[in-house]
């Protein structure tokens, strides 16, 4: 058998456009946890510092001080949360059934609703706005997680993923007597493993980043969220960059750990995917 010819150039070629790929990546992740480390003065300063500071301790101090982050830190981690697991659960039961079942008029409702993916989110701010404010739910936290809970992205994912699921399966579920909500629990979701981890990191994702929506229904500052108390710590006289910078960083922290949780079923999604028996 013939061995492969190999390519050195190209192989330098790859290596380096990788390496510069992950410097672009990497560079901003390490200037924001160096800059957590300075003060305000020390990051503006030219050229701007490289290595680690001591001002670590009194940028938390201060974050802390100004706006109570550990509490902040709380909300986004609960909000985040149970945003995550209602909407993970509507969307998959929504996507379920859209894949699945076949009635009158489900073509045009799965337009109608893909039609939330082209609709910019600022023309529903003001209807849902009213919507909170007869509710009473305004600075609340089921006003932040209520209203995007059936996401349209979230929807779509699920039923494209669960479209492939084999329907003489599913007859045969139901032939031995298997309930509707025991097959979609049983029978559907454990080969969706690899869809739910991306569907719940990414409902994770929106809900944490997520600042228009909560800058709108938080009113008290116990109830605020991370970028939203970030947001509110920029002062139009002076600015401590470095409390935010420290701020940032830490919320940078449970996105890293939501992903390597998930990392796995990524990987083995790929790899069932990638394998043609």
């Not at 190999?6 to 992950?22: D, E, F, N, V």
């Not at 490289?50 to 706006?67: V, Y």
């Not at 779509?156 to 629990?185: H, I, T, V, Y």
């Amino acid at each position: 058998m013939t061995a492969p010819i190999r390519h050195p150039g190209r192989s330098i070629l790859l290596t380096s456009g990788l390496a510069i790929a992950l410097a672009a990546v990497a560079v901003p992740f390490y200037w924001l946890a160096v800059g957590a480390t300075h003060s305000s003065q020390e990051i503006f300063d030219s050229p701007p510092p490289l290595l680690p500071g001591g001002h670590l301790a009194a940028n938390l101090a201060t974050l802390q001080e100004s706006a109570d982050f550990g509490r902040v830190v709380l909300n986004s981690l609960g909000i985040a949360t149970v945003y995550t697991l209602l909407a993970g659960a509507v969307c998959t039961l929504a996507g379920y059934g859209f894949a699945t079942y076949r009635f009158r008029g489900r073509e045009a409702l799965f337009g109608l609703l893909m039609l939330g993916l082209v609709v910019p989110a600022q023309i529903t701010l003001v209807p849902l706005f009213k919507m909170m404010a007869e509710l009473h739910w305004l600075n609340t936290y089921q006003a932040v997680i209520a209203p995007n809970l059936a996401l349209p992205f979230g929807i779509f994912l699920m039923r494209q993923s669960m479209a492939g699921l084999p329907k003489e399966l599913l007859d045969s579920g139901r032939m031995d007597g298997c309930g509707e909500f025991r097959l979609f629990w049983r029978v559907a979701l454990p080969p969706m493993r690899p869809a739910l981890a991306a569907l719940a990191l990414f409902l994770f994702l929106y809900q944490w980043n997520d600042f228009i929506w909560p800058l709108i229904v938080l009113r008290d500052s116990a109830t605020f969220t991370i970028p939203v108390a970030l947001a509110s710590l920029q002062g139009l006289d002076e600015t401590d960059y470095g409390a935010i910078l420290a701020g940032t960083a830490i919320a940078a922290v449970p996105m890293a750990i939501v992903f390597l949780a998930l990392q796995r079923h990524f990987v083995s999604g790929l790899l069932a995917g990638a394998v043609k028996e």
